[in-house]
């Protein structure tokens, strides 16, 4: 076992993960301001005007990045959850109560510009669309998942009732986002599509990738920092905790 | 198979014990789904548009009343802990509580729904149709609550959070189950529309009495 390069195992416990965190997280921090700099200015100052949507359309840059992240987070802690089942683990545990506030925060970032945006377009605030239905499920199933957890005042069970949640959902996710779907065609709803950028200029999709990288940096150093958070709650009375540096001054 | 049973008549028993907390269900059924011509107006050809979506809605909302009660007395008086103990896998006694739970709560809609159906104007066969995607419908309704109802078990605000976390699991169901008896006055034919929750209940068969005996085996710990 420890005969190999890394040691995969020995980061999963708090006492090692929490100095780790500390280093790593002013890093993505900063790898968050370059890029979302880098992308708002590609995508306010560089990027050209749409000649169907105007100077509207640059909402993209946040919408579709905060619609990515919400759905892929969702993902990321179900992984944890399910890791933590499989290892008994008390870190994945951890990981997952911290990235369902941010989960959360990109889902409802993602209905609320998405309102914006389609109040110019489609001159509604809100449609029964496909997309918009499912995002508004996915957002109710982090609030269940955070009230849930935050409920419960055993954080072992919290953890693992968490987990369970999270993994019934992550199987309920694209039986929701296709029954939606269905239910949508048969309703005839309003027959706005999302995806009517087929020509997207290159510069608008570097914009967009270049976002979506930049929350991405941001969910990580978000997530460290709040694990730390959690790890110094749960193990306050450790004593590792208190031979820290910063504990000592 | 006989541990099955044994539990099944057992809670089948306790429920015709305490009849009044089934009515109490039916009767909510029955008022929610007679508020919504009150609420709309009694407009027959609007009202056999929203019929399916209503009573389905409403049926949702009957089997979350019961679902607290499903797992919640035999936790206080500690038959729980006896069947965790059991050399039976608790996912079987499981099983023949939601079995037990789906007759007490969930066929009691089904038998009921058409009469209710009348009062918005449906047809025979629109009745048939919405009778057939209760009787699909509702099983997944009990296994997906009893997931719920076993995370939930002791945790304080306990109902109100069970809502919460179930309500939008039940999603699926309530668009294959009210798009079935639309899709069928539509002319469209109701068959894909029961056969996807036929597929539901079948993933929910196999799955969900696992996931809430994971639940329960945390609540007991």
Known sequence: ?249 | MNAFLSVLRRDLLLAARRKSEVLTALFFFMIVVSLFPLGIGPETALLRRIAPGVLWVAALLAAMLSLNRLFATDHQDGTLEQMALSSTPLSVLVGGKVLAHWLTSGLPLVLLAPVLGLQFDLSSRALGILMLSLLLGTPILSLIGAIGAALTLGVRGGGVLLSLLVLPLYIPALIFGAGAVEADMAGLGAGGHLSLLGALLALGVFFAPWAATAALRLALE
């Open chain 1, 1 to 249: 076992m420890s005969q190999r390069l890394i040691n995969w195992f020995k980061f999963a416990s708090p006492a090692t993960f929490y100095p780790l965190a500390g280093k790593l997280w002013p890093w993505f921090a900063a790898l968050a301001a370059a890029f979302t700099l880098a992308g708002l200015w590609l995508g306010l100052f560089v990027a050209p005007t749409d000649f169907q949507q105007g100077e509207g359309y640059r909402i993209i840059f946040i919408h579709v990045p905060a619609s990515w992240m919400s759905m892929f987070i969702y993902c990321v802690m179900a992984f944890w959850a399910a890791m933590g089942l499989v290892f008994n683990t008390r870190l994945s545990g951890m990981m997952s109560a911290a990235l369902a506030p941010t989960g959360a925060l990109f889902a409802f970032l993602s209905l609320w510009t998405g309102a914006l945006w389609g109040k110019p377009m489609w001159g509604a605030w809100w449609v029964w669309d496909a997309r918009l239905t499912s995002e508004l499920i996915l957002f109710f199933l982090y609030l269940g998942y955070i009230a849930l957890t935050s409920a419960i005042d055993d954080p072992r069970r919290a953890d693992k009732a968490g987990a369970i949640v999270s993994l019934v959902g992550v199987i309920n996710v694209p039986i929701i986002y296709f029954s939606v779907k269905w239910w949508n065609t048969l309703h005839q709803g309003a027959s706005v599509s999302l995806t009517k950028a087929p020509s997207m200029a290159t510069t608008m999709l570097w914009g967009m990738l270049l976002m979506a990288l930049a929350f991405w940096m941001y969910t990580i150093a978000v997530a460290l920092c709040r694990v730390r958070a959690i790890i110094l709650e749960r193990e306050g009375r450790a004593q590792w905790v208190a031979e820290l540096p910063e504990m000592r001054t």
